[in-house]
């Protein structure tokens, strides 16, 4: 999605990614206004435009609006960009705004970060097969700064903090260049769903607030 000047001038741009693993498909009200509707575990919506402001928030299961699964406010700086991550686990759940700023990029390379939302796993390492640690102990909620690397196809490996056990081998993971991304771990560690990986396109690579 891409926004003409004229639309960038004090707003914020948010998607919501549903990081629940035990709760159904989610709708997500924006003070009384629908901002998503059913979406999926896994699920991200598309980035959205919002006014700058502070917003009461309301999520329900999908298809109900009788008692809201979490109820809170979050509050949008002008000139922006969001993911607002539903996480923890059912009836614990609580929305973390992950700011995506503008890191300032070296010519040729590509952004990347971590971001730890599976509710049953320990701090981490991300780490690839040569032992190179990118990111050291994230706890659940943690966001890390972006980092950056040269564009290629790599393998990356989530450890437990400060030991070589693996708890999750990703291969194949294509970053291409002058791009931001976003490596969220979500799902339970030995449980169901499992713990996995999502690696979106982030919002600043071509959204200019």
Do not use: K
């Amino acid at each position: 999605m891409f926004f003409t000047q004229e639309m960038l001038n004090n707003n914020s741009y948010i998607r919501i990614l549903h990081a629940v693993p035990n709760a159904p498909a989610l709708d997500v009200y924006a003070n009384g206004t629908p901002i998503a509707r059913n979406l999926s575990y896994r699920g991200f919506t598309e980035y959205m435009t919002l006014a700058a402001g502070t917003y009461n928030i309301e999520i329900y299961a999908a298809g109900r609006r009788d008692t809201p699964i979490l109820r809170t406010s979050i509050t949008l700086p002008g000139r922006s960009i969001f993911t607002i991550a539903a996480a923890g686990r059912s009836p614990n759940i609580s929305l973390l705004p992950i700011a995506e700023p503008r890191a300032m990029m070296p010519p040729g390379m590509v952004m990347i970060r971590f971001s730890h939302l599976s509710p049953n796993t320990p701090g981490v390492d991300i780490a690839l097969p040569d032992g190179t640690i990118l990111f050291r102990d994230v706890r659940f909620g943690e966001t890390t700064q972006y980092i950056p690397v040269v564009p290629s196809t790599y393998r990356l490996q989530i450890r437990t903090t400060g030991t070589n056990r693996v708890i999750l081998d990703v291969p194949n993971i294509n970053l291409a260049a002058n791009r931001y991304y976003t490596v969220y771990a979500i799902g339970l560690q030995g449980g169901q769903p499992p713990l996995q990986v999502l690696i979106p396109l982030d919002g600043q690579s071509y959204i200019n607030p």
